[in-house]
């Protein structure tokens, strides 16, 4: 018996990233070329989306800076 639990593999297309960050889609490619977002998947040739659950722990990560830049105070 397996003890692994699986992480289920939503995926979210741009859209969606845009209106969960209020980031402007230049500014989440240009965060993603610099290495600052996550990487996409391209599902077809048409079209390309993120894991859902790399997306909420790149969010979960912004928030433990904001956290820890708040203590130094």
Do not use: Y
Not at 21 to 32: A, D, M, P, V, Y
């Amino acid at each position: 018996m397996s003890t692994d639990i699986a992480i289920p593999r939503r995926t979210i297309r741009i859209r969606q990233v845009v209106r969960k960050t209020g980031l402007t889609e230049s500014s989440i490619w240009r965060l993603t070329n610099q290495g600052q977002f996550p990487q996409p998947v391209k599902l077809s040739p048409g079209c390309t989306a993120w894991f859902e659950h790399e997306f909420d722990a790149w969010l979960d990560g912004k928030s433990s800076q904001r956290e820890a830049v708040g203590s130094d105070k």
